[in-house]
């Protein structure tokens, strides 16, 4: 099992549509959570970044995590074509130092 | 805001050359990670470092080196450049290891 799961896609949505993006991981005593979007070509940037249980908005943007259950998602809202990119989903353990990524979901956003 | 510079954005290299990829960053932050990042595929973690004076390895160090002599600066060195090492490196910094990391531009390399 690998340590943080993402469905790679493609995943297409209509443009004004809500985007769910999802990804799981193994390990249990996680701590932080972040979400990064890479358009192609470009180096990664922070979308979010979520620490407790329940939701987190910023904009368009939600970012909800269900530590009970593993997982954590990003819901873009009024999807727009600009937010097609590639999301990659990180995740930091207790007492580790490092962020452990996914591989990433390629998300299009269709006029 | 300079933020995490990295230079060279393009580089071609030989067969068993060797180079320095260099990273700087003006956020004083603490940590700071190499990554590479092989078409189509996720980030992976060569080195890190959490202050000046120590690195350890990560993910796929082999055929890498670094140091950490100031917070700063944190370079990567190839020392005998191979086709395996043809990739996109990405260096990061957080302030410390439950902040986001903040990621440079790139440099797209190319082993021939």
């Known amino acids: 099992q690998k340590e943080v799961e993402q469905n790679s896609g493609p995943l297409s949505v209509p443009e004004g549509a809500i985007a769910s993006l999802n990804c799981t991981y193994s390990?249990?005593?996680?701590?932080?959570f972040f979400w990064y979007r890479q358009y192609s070509g470009k180096s990664p940037e922070l979308i979010m970044s979520i620490y407790s249980n329940g939701d987190k908005e910023d904009g368009r943007f939600t970012a909800q995590l269900n530590k009970a259950s593993q997982y954590v998602s990003l819901l873009i809202r009024d999807s727009q074509p600009s937010d097609s990119a590639t999301y990659l989903c990180a995740v930091k353990g207790l007492g580790n130092e490092k962020l452990t990524f996914g591989t990433g979901t390629r998300l299009t956003i269709i006029p | 805001n300079a933020g995490v510079t990295q230079t060279p954005k393009f580089r071609i290299l030989k067969i068993g050359q060797s180079m320095t990829l260099q990273c700087t960053q003006d956020?004083?932050?603490?940590?700071m990670y190499w990554y590479r990042q092989d078409p189509g595929m996720g980030l992976k973690l060569i080195y890190y470092?959490?202050?000046?004076?120590?690195?350890d390895k990560g993910e796929v160090p082999n055929g890498y080196n670094v140091s950490r002599s100031t917070t700063e600066d944190f370079p990567l060195r190839l020392e005998l450049a191979a086709p395996s090492q043809t990739s996109v490196y990405f260096c990061?910094?957080?302030?410390?290891?439950?902040?986001?990391?903040?990621f440079g531009d790139g440099t797209r390399l190319s082993i021939l």
């Open positions: 990061a910094s957080s302030l410390d290891s439950n902040q986001p990391q903040h």
């Open positions: 956020m004083n932050h603490n940590y």
């Open positions: 390990d249990r005593v996680s701590q932080s």
């Open positions: 470092s959490v202050g000046a004076g120590i690195t």
